[in-house]
């Protein structure tokens, strides 16, 4: 199974080093020298770890086939991966792949519409949901996804976020 531990933000420096969104809660483990990364480029599906530079949330790393800043900046927005078996074993845990595709249903069991892509941002998760309106972005928090189903994710949304909804709000 392919597990996200990153996307690469940006070029950092002059050597070829990126600036890392992490996506794993053990960048000391994922991030080390020798240590080879899927991708999901066409032009480079894999990647060497040759330096890091880490510490909580802020990391940069160099990659050996990447030689200098310009090749660095051109692996911007490239997500990087690597092939596990582990499995989460956290009651609310989940991969982003366990949700896309799953239908998203109100409480009262209507159908608002389908997951459509997870967003990563610096204080929350947030659920893209496809509706025939468009798309909605609900924040992936226990009280407004208080269950996530093998077949749908349940949402408890305040009134006006998806069409059709009165604003219960007085």
Known sequence: MQLVVAQIAGAHGLKGHVTLMLRTDSPEQRFRPGVILDTDSEELPELTISDVRGAGRSWQIAFEEIPDRTAAEALKGVTLMIETDEWQDEEDSWYDS??????????????????????????????VIRTESGDVRVPFVTQLVPEV??????????????????????
């Not at 896309?100 to 659920?127: I, M, N, S, W, Y």
């Not at 093998?150 to 604003?167: N, R, T």
Request: glycine share 14%; net charge negative; proline share 6%.
């Open 98 to 127: 366990d949700l896309e595709g799953l239908e998203a249903r109100h409480v009262d069991g209507t159908v608002l519409g389908v997951v459509k892509d997870v967003e990563h941002g610096p204080a929350q998760d947030l659920l």
């Open 149 to 170: 189903r093998a077949d749908a994710v349940v949402i408890d949304p305040p009134g006006g976020l998806f069409d059709g909804e009165a604003d219960i709000a007085n």
